[in-house]
C-alpha cells in the first residue's frame, strides 16, 4: 500500500471509530508548484531592470521549469554575476512573491487537488496551514485555492493563515500547533517541503503519517529526521 492510500486507511478507521481525523497541508510547494509565479516574477524584473544588466532583458524568456530555489540562479545562468543586480532581483521577487495579485500564477502539484478531494470526502478535516499573510495574501489565497479545486467551502476545512508577514515561518507553524490540536481530532498525516517544519511536525504528532515534499526547498534547510516519508507529488 502506498502512503496516500495508507492515509486515506487511516482517515477512514478514524471514522469508523466516531473520531475526525486531521490531515494538515502547507500549501507553497507543497499542495501548489510557485515555479509559475517565479517564472512571471523574472519576467517582470525584465521589463524594469533590463538597465542594470545586459543579463537581465533576458530574463524576458524564463520559464517555470528553469526555477530553482533561488530566482536569481535563473539571472546566473544568463551570465550575470554582478551580486548588487542579483541582490536587485531578490528584494524585486521578495516584494511580488509576498503579494497575493501574483498567486493567479499558482498551479497544482500534479495529483494535490484529487487527494486533498479524497481526504475531504473520506471525512477528515483538511487543515491548511500556510506562511502566507493574512493582509497581503489571504483572499487572493481563498480565491486561489478554490480556483484550483481544492476543499475550501464544504465544512471540515480550515485555512491558517500569518496575522502578519513579519512573523518568521518557523515560529509561527510552531505557534500553530496547539490551533491544530484544538480540533479534538487525531493529526493522521502532515505534508511539507521545509524539512525543518516537518521536522517539527514529527515532535508534536508522533502518532502521524509525516511526508516531506520532495519540489524545492532551501539548500541549507535542516536535515529531514528518518521518520519523513518522501514523494514529489499527489500522483503515486
Same mark, same amino acid.
Given at each position: 500500500?502506498?502512503?496516500?492510500?495508507?492515509?486515506?486507511?487511516?482517515?477512514?478507521?478514524?471514522?469508523?471509530?466516531?473520531?475526525?481525523?486531521?490531515?494538515? =497541508?502547507?500549501?507553497?510547494? /507543497? +499542495? $501548489?508548484?510557485?515555479?509559475?509565479?517565479?517564472? *512571471?516574477? &523574472?519576467?517582470?524584473? !525584465?521589463?524594469?531592470?533590463?538597465?542594470?544588466?545586459?543579463?537581465?532583458?533576458?530574463?524576458?524568456?524564463?520559464?517555470?521549469?528553469?526555477?530553482?530555489?533561488?530566482?536569481?540562479?535563473?539571472?546566473?545562468?544568463?551570465?550575470?554575476?554582478?551580486?548588487?543586480?542579483?541582490?536587485?532581483?531578490?528584494?524585486?521577487?521578495?516584494?511580488? =512573491?509576498?503579494?497575493?495579485? /501574483? +498567486? $493567479?500564477?499558482?498551479?497544482?502539484?500534479?495529483? *494535490?487537488? &484529487?487527494?486533498?478531494? !479524497?481526504?475531504?470526502?473520506?471525512?477528515?478535516?483538511?487543515?491548511?496551514?500556510?506562511?502566507?499573510?493574512?493582509?497581503?495574501?489571504?483572499?487572493?489565497?481563498?480565491?486561489?485555492?478554490?480556483?484550483?479545486?481544492?476543499?475550501?467551502?464544504?465544512?471540515?476545512?480550515?485555512?491558517?493563515?500569518?496575522?502578519?508577514?513579519?512573523?518568521?515561518?518557523?515560529?509561527?507553524?510552531?505557534?500553530?500547533?496547539?490551533?491544530?490540536?484544538?480540533?479534538?481530532?487525531?493529526?493522521?498525516?502532515?505534508?511539507?517541503?521545509?524539512?525543518?517544519?516537518?521536522?517539527?511536525?514529527?515532535?508534536?504528532?508522533?502518532?502521524?503519517?509525516?511526508?516531506?515534499?520532495?519540489?524545492?526547498?532551501?539548500?541549507?534547510?535542516?536535515?529531514?529526521?528518518?521518520?519523513?516519508?518522501?514523494?514529489?507529488?499527489?500522483?503515486?
Amino acid at each position: 500500500m502506498g502512503v496516500l492510500d495508507a492515509i486515506l486507511e487511516r482517515i477512514r478507521e478514524e471514522r469508523a471509530a466516531e473520531r475526525l481525523p486531521i490531515v494538515l =497541508f502547507d500549501v507553497d510547494s /507543497t +499542495l $501548489v508548484s510557485t515555479k509559475p509565479r517565479n517564472a *512571471a516574477i &523574472a519576467r517582470e524584473f !525584465a521589463a524594469v531592470g533590463a538597465h542594470l544588466h545586459p543579463a537581465v532583458e533576458r530574463l524576458a524568456d524564463c520559464q517555470p521549469d528553469e526555477m530553482g530555489w533561488l530566482v536569481s540562479d535563473a539571472l546566473r545562468a544568463r551570465g550575470c554575476e554582478d551580486e548588487a543586480v542579483l541582490e536587485a532581483l531578490m528584494d524585486f521577487w521578495f516584494t511580488r =512573491f509576498f503579494a497575493g495579485d /501574483t +498567486l $493567479v500564477h499558482d498551479v497544482e502539484v500534479p495529483g *494535490a487537488v &484529487a487527494f486533498a478531494r !479524497a481526504v475531504h470526502d473520506a471525512g477528515a478535516l483538511v487543515y491548511y496551514l500556510t506562511g502566507r499573510d493574512a493582509p497581503n495574501m489571504g483572499a487572493q489565497t481563498v480565491e486561489s485555492l478554490g480556483k484550483l479545486g481544492f476543499p475550501l467551502w464544504r465544512g471540515r476545512v480550515v485555512l491558517h493563515l500569518k496575522p502578519t508577514r513579519a512573523i518568521g515561518d518557523r515560529a509561527y507553524k510552531a505557534g500553530a500547533v496547539d490551533d491544530v490540536r484544538s480540533h479534538l481530532g487525531p493529526v493522521v498525516a502532515c505534508f511539507e517541503n521545509d524539512p525543518g517544519n516537518a521536522n517539527l511536525f514529527v515532535e508534536a504528532f508522533p502518532d502521524a503519517i509525516h511526508v516531506w515534499m520532495q519540489t524545492e526547498c532551501a539548500p541549507d534547510a535542516d536535515a529531514p529526521r528518518p521518520e519523513l516519508l518522501r514523494i514529489a507529488d499527489f500522483t503515486g
